[in-house]
């Protein structure tokens, strides 16, 4: 049983196209993440939401804690936005991660 | 700047060798975890530390052991128990402040088997 579930897990998508991911959790939380995981490995953290949305440049987030439902968003995609996208909760002292949705933007 | 230093990026372990992950962090987070990474599947964690000299297992801690002797530093030894060892191993840390939580990650090692 996975307490995190990520939609979908792939997905490729033509430069300047808006782009989904979705995240469904089924644990009680107070705050979800979203990170970023590059090829070569490193994984940096672009949201931490506890409720509406974020905004940081073409990346929109955002929380419906009620559904226990959270939605990453990029506007006007671009190859550079390729990488893993993962989502993460902490119900208790650790973490639970999605599997993951790797994008792929082509030129 | 602030962040985690995993040393070494890449490492190869002999049959019967026990191998030692380093990682230490600046960012002055109480709590620090392990997690090993396997193609296709998710972040799954080793072990957890909420303050120095006090550690969890967690979901995967067979053939792992661990020491937080110091809030900066967290390593991880991969011990010959473990059979199965290659994977990517990442370190975090994280801390809940007044405007939430911050989660930080290091940059990985490959362990690979010889």
């Known amino acids: 049983k996975n307490e995190v579930e990520q939609s979908p897990q792939n997905l490729t998508a033509q430069e300047g196209e808006f782009i989904t991911i979705n995240c469904s959790y089924s644990?009680?939380?107070?705050?979800l993440h979203w990170l970023q995981q590059h090829p070569g490995g490193g994984i940096v953290s672009l949201f931490m939401?506890?409720?509406g949305k974020k905004k940081h440049g073409r990346l929109i987030a955002t929380i419906n804690i009620q559904e226990k439902h959270s939605s990453l968003h990029i506007t006007a995609s671009h190859p550079r936005d390729s990488a893993v996208y993962i989502c993460a909760v902490r119900p208790g002292n650790q973490f639970y991660f999605g599997t993951g949705t790797s994008l792929t933007v082509i030129p | 700047d602030g962040g985690i230093t995993q040393s070494p990026k890449y490492l190869f372990r002999k049959e019967g060798q026990n191998v030692t992950l380093s990682c230490e962090q600046n960012l002055n987070h109480d709590a620090m975890y392990w997690y090993r990474q396997d193609p296709g599947q998710g972040l799954r964690l080793i072990y957890y530390s909420q303050i120095v000299n006090d550690f969890q297992k967690g979901d995967i801690a067979e053939g792992y052991s661990v020491s937080r002797e110091k809030k900066e530093s967290f390593p991880l030894t991969v011990t010959s128990a473990q059979k199965n060892p290659t994977a990517f191993y990442l370190c975090?840390?994280?801390?809940?402040?007044?405007?939430?939580?911050?989660?930080?990650f290091g940059s990985g090692t490959q362990l690979s088997v010889l």
């Open positions: 644990v009680g939380i107070s705050a």
């Open positions: 939401l506890s409720s």
């Open positions: 975090a840390s994280s801390i809940s402040a007044g405007a939430g939580e911050k989660l930080f």
